[in-house]
Nanobody, 124 residues
């Protein structure tokens, strides 16, 4: 079992930055894929960014590429999402997810463990 806890969300203005954190416990993540997803009101959960822990090859949704950066801290067993130049369209609940089997899919259905989510609201 893996427990994931997100933090760092909040209310910001357009153009601001936020850094989300995902703390993992229960198992080390060295063989996992880790992803960030988001869900806006009335919309489906969508892929934001992901990587496989042992290769650290990163993947991004087109809508965030160049503005968001996913990273990790091996010692802390944590994953981060640095979000720059935020826009109102980035407003959503952001979730951290872990996948135990090979691959780095962009479908939320392919991930095994989820955090409770953290709200990000960007005002114009």
């Amino acid at each position: 079992q893996v427990q994931l806890v997100e933090s760092g969300g909040g209310l910001v203005q357009a153009g601001d930055s936020l850094r989300l954190s995902c703390a993992a416990s229960g198992r080390t993540l060295s063989s996992y894929a880790m992803g960030w997803f988001r869900q806006a009101p009335g919309k489906e959960r969508e892929f934001v960014a992901a990587f496989r822990w042992n290769t650290y090859i990163t993947y991004y949704a087109d809508s965030v590429r160049g503005r968001f950066t996913i990273s990790r801290d091996n010692a802390k067993n944590a994953v981060y999402l640095q979000m720059n130049n935020l826009t109102p369209e980035d407003t959503a609940v952001y979730y951290c997810a872990a996948r135990t089997t090979p691959g780095v899919p962009q479908s939320s259905y392919a991930y095994d463990y989820w955090g409770q989510g953290t709200q990000v609201t960007v005002s114009s």
